[in-house]
């Protein structure tokens, strides 16, 4: 493996492609800025506390856990320079950070000469941000997503059955066989073979609405849906067979062998349906009607909706978005001991002894991330010719009515593409902000204009992160009109976050 460039801050960091290294990455960040908060706290009492991501990457950030090429591993050939900013005043900790990097590098290479040199032990070094298990976590997904005699399965669904959609478990495990035939190279297989839709009007949010409709008419015909090209993995980040492919940032929606082998079988396209089919034709039926029985966890105007027209289509959307990104949920890093002893861990008196309960059990939870934290996803803009939109302020009013019940919530992760947002962020000094520093949008350009000066790569990038950051939050404020507030919610709703309810600032769509 190669060596990690000692680099943070101003300074390029080498980077894997995988996509779990790289959110891991922003657990690290997410600590750095919790660090700078935690010492603002003792300097500077009642100080409001800002903190901010940057990620401006120049090239690759992805890499398929399916794809035949070698698994890129930690380092990166591509730069990918990585900064945060926070307004509380800290000391220049580069060195500290560039020898705790240094530390784990070498661990990874089990060269522990190097840490006898600094004169200290294995257990002094803080636990690292899961880049050592990149690699080791691709693998796992990919065993995950195959057959496998006494498996628990599925094994992506989280939390019991009344913390998610009824009947999730099984409608996931139903899907999963459907689209991964046991003979795919029986002639008489149908398959439905579509391209994602590339109109520059479709934003993420529609792509992957239509899909889903999709996958519905697959379902009710007995075919095998094979996705196509998408057009928001044609960059150069997305190597080899990948690139241009759904595979590129999820596993597949299909088996390997039934992508292969459909040319061979019975098949229609998305040219066969109209569009009417497509977005608001019938779901399937095979599990009863599971909806008409899901308890009412949205609240607009401070009243809980029990009912929505087309609850059968919320259920069906909810349970098809699980399916087509089951497997990319590893976002976020194990950093809290980096946290609060980042620059000084060296000097830290308390060691940590590395147990086999912490290597072998612990080890295998989802990566830390700061909590308890509240999502909230500002979607304005162009978006005001569909929906009624709120200003911030709407939004921050229902995040108070959350804290006033949960007095422990404290941190918020702010998903928006308007500059006068994340501006209006140091209006509210009991809250700490999170969110990702990349270019946004001022005034009311198109969403296609905007993505279009970022480029392919940063514009699907950067709102997965906040996609996935927003699936995982204890609390989560957004907009129902919004297709991708209303995808959140989805993947929360079969993430096992169902109880933890849905504040909407209005309620277009429904």
């Known amino acids: 493996m190669k060596t990690m460039e000692r680099l943070i801050s101003g300074k390029a960091l080498k980077l894997g492609n995988s996509f779990p290294c790289k959110i891991c990455v922003i657990g690290f960040l997410c ?5 700078s908060l935690f010492l603002a706290a003792f300097t500077s009492l009642g100080t409001f506390e800002l903190a901010a991501f940057s990620f401006s990457s120049s090239s690759s950030t992805f890499l398929p856990y399916n794809s035949t090429t070698h698994i890129i591993n930690i380092v990166s050939s591509i730069d990918h320079k990585l900064k945060w900013n926070n307004n509380a005043n800290t000391e220049d900790n580069d060195d500290e950070v560039n ?17 006898k040199k600094l004169g200290v032990n294995k257990s002094d070094v803080p636990n690292a941000i899961h880049l050592e298990n990149c690699e080791e976590m691709s693998r796992v997904r990919d065993r995950l997503d195959k057959r496998i005699a006494n498996q628990t399965f599925p094994t992506w669904i989280n939390g019991g059955d009344e913390e998610n959609y009824p009947l999730t478990r099984r409608v996931q495990s139903d899907l999963w066989i459907h689209q991964h035939h046991s003979d ?5 297989l149908k398959f439905l073979v579509a391209d994602w839709e590339t109109l520059h009007i479709y934003g993420s949010g529609a792509q992957i609405t239509e899909m889903t409709g999709l996958l519905a008419i697959a379902i009710n015909e007995n075919r095998i849906l094979v996705a196509n090209y998408y057009n928001r993995a044609d960059h150069d980040g997305c190597k080899g067979s990948s690139r241009g492919n759904w595979s590129c940032y999820f596993l597949p929606e299909t088996s390997e062998e ?14 066969n349906y109209s569009s009417k089919l497509i977005w608001a ?6 599990w ?13 105007n401070g009243s809980l909706i029990s009912t929505y027209r087309k609850m059968d289509r919320r259920w069906w959307i909810a349970q098809a978005v699980r399916y087509l990104m089951r497997l990319q949920t590893e976002y976020t890093c194990k950093a809290a001991e980096i946290v609060l002893s980042g620059r000084d861990w060296r000097k830290n008196k308390k060691r940590t002894i590395r147990t086999e309960i912490k290597e072998q059990v612990w080890s295998n939870h989802k990566p830390w991330i700061p909590r308890p934290i509240l999502s909230v996803h500002v979607r304005m803009g162009d978006k005001a010719r569909e929906m009624r939109v709120a200003a911030l302020e709407g939004y921050m009013r229902l995040t108070d009515r959350i804290k006033d019940r949960f007095p422990d919530l404290k941190r918020i992760w702010l998903s928006t593409e308007m500059k006068e947002v994340v501006d209006r962020c140091k209006d509210y000094g009991h809250w700490r902000f ?3 520093e990349v270019a946004r949008q001022v005034g009311n350009k198109s969403m296609a204009e905007y993505e279009a000066s970022l480029g392919r790569e940063i514009s699907m990038n950067y709102p997965l992160v906040n996609f996935f950051m927003a699936s995982e939050a204890d609390f989560y404020v957004g907009a129902l009109g919004s297709t991708w507030c209303f995808l959140i919610n989805s993947m929360r709703n079969t993430g096992g976050k169902v109880m933890s309810g849905y504040l909407s600032v209005n309620k277009d769509r429904f």
């Not at 795919?184 to 008489?188: D, E, S």
């Not at 039934?258 to 040219?271: A, M, P, V, Y």
């Open 31 to 35: 600590g750095i800025c919790l660090t």
């Open 258 to 271: 039934c992508r292969k082998l459909w040319e061979s079988g019975i098949i229609t396209s998305k040219q």
């Open 281 to 286: 034709g019938p779901i399937p039926k095979l």
């Open 434 to 436: 999170y969110y990702t």
């Open 99 to 115: 020898l705790l990097v240094s530390a784990w590098d070498n661990l990874i290479l089990n060269n522990e000469d190097f840490l």
């Open 184 to 188: 795919c190279k029986n002639m008489k």
């Open 288 to 300: 009863g009607k599971p909806w008409s029985y899901m308890k009412p966890t949205t609240e607009i």
